[in-house]
């Protein structure tokens, strides 16, 4: 690789470790409010940070790299497969919890509306 590759190549890198991280704390937003800002925000900045990798992987396979590089961009493929499969996967798992608590809170609104509709017809 060149020196532009080589420093396109660690950026890639970089920039799947810090998707990694703002993803793993993530991993547990069944605890948090639904319209919680703090759920929405690692997702914004993960989204970006996938754009702009995105762009720096077709600009660096826009060249075929160097046949001597093979092994070492293999390795980085498969952590980035293994990085994405990670997010998949949570976001998955919160995507399940979104919509039990959209539920429940369905079934709260249901619940209330009953009542409200019952407590008039009641006698005492």
Known sequence: MNAQQQ???QTILMLTQQMRELAVPNEKLADLSVDDEYAKQPWQAISKLELERLQ????FF?????????????EGIQTIQKTDQKLVSISQRIQKDLGKSFSRLGDS????????????????
Request: net charge negative; hydrophobic share 35%.
């Open 62 to 74: 826009s060249t075929t790299p160097d046949a001597n590089d093979s092994q070492l961009i293999a």
């Open 109 to 124: 609104q249901r619940a209330a509306s009953a009542y409200a509709s019952n407590a008039g017809q009641t006698k005492y």
């Open 56 to 59: 720096l992987l077709k600009d």
């Open 7 to 9: 420093e396109q190549w």
